[in-house]
Each structure stands twice: as C-alpha cells, then as structure tokens.
C-alpha cells in the first residue's frame, strides 16, 4: 500500500523516526536509528502492518532488508516486532547467513527468538534468501534511478523479478521521467501481460 516514504528526519528514538513528507510526519519503526541524524534526507522503504489492536507502519533502508522482514514474519509465530529487532540487533547479512548455514545457536541470541523459533526460521528459510535476484541486481545498476526506484516500487506490490522484464524495457524505451511516471507505466505494462494483452 505505502511502497516506501522519501523526506527529511524530523525526530527519532531507539527504535523509531519520524518522517517530515511535505509537511506530514510518519511514525515509522526503524532499525537503524544509530545511523542517522536529525533533519537528514532519507528514504524509508515501508510495510504497514494491521492487527486487531495496531496499526503500525515499519520502515528499512533498502528493499532487500524489506523483503528479508517479509520472510521472517512469514515464519510461523514470528511477528513483525521480533523480526525488526533481529534487523536492529544483528543486521541482514548476519541474519541470512545465519539462516543460509542453519546456525541456530546465532539466531537464538537474537531478542525474542528461542529454539524453536531459531529452528523453525532455518526451517522455513534455509535456501530462498540468497538465490533471489543476485543476478539481477548487478544488471539494474545500469538502469537510471528513476527507473530502478520504479522496479523496487514494483516488488514492494508484491511483483517477482520474472514478470518484471516487460514493464521494464517499456519503461527503457522512455527515456527521462520520473519515478512515478516509470511506476504507472511498469504497473500499465503488468497489466496488459495479465490480461494477455
């Protein structure tokens, strides 16, 4: 729904910031807060997470650390406020080697996560973090931009790398516009593919 928000730093604590975006402020949950300083520019990729007590929008620094959190609370028993704390306390890369090697004994010291949990997420996991799109990202880097924010964009709606190669030659082939102009025009180009046109 909110792929990600782009503005200024506002305010922040341990675990959250909010974003200054034209004038409103978004509370979002982040795991770098050590990271950042106050009224610096940034673009928070985002999940919007519902339940029936909460609705709570949490942000990340790239759309690979999104995804990552989208498999870890895929794991059964495993919600998003656990999963932002394994980003917080050991970072993505710890987190999918971890899980790539099955080193539970390193997921166990992670907060919230216990045996069970550790085994269930190399369980899960084990062999979906590393295979996706490593050959591609290399090859995005010589799009413009615009055009691979439009991409990230793209899979933050849930779109996988295949079904991606169609919107983005289109997307190619005109040169010059803007995120948003890429993202209408890879989203129109999807569409067309659905319906087989």
Known sequence: MIAFIQGKIDSYGTDWIVVDHDGMGWLIAYPHTDQISLHQDIKVYTYLHYSENDISLYGFSSGDEKNLFLRLISVKGLGP????????????????DAVETGNVSLLKKMPGIGTKSASQIVLDLKGKLVAADTGTRNHEQEYPPAV????EGLKNLGYKQGELTSAVNTMMQNPDLTTEEYLKMGLRSLMKQKLGG
Do not use: P, S
């Open 148 to 151: 691979r924010d439009a991409i």
């Open 81 to 96: 406020k656990t999963a932002m704390n394994m980003l917080a306390k050991a970072g993505e890369k710890a987190i999918i």
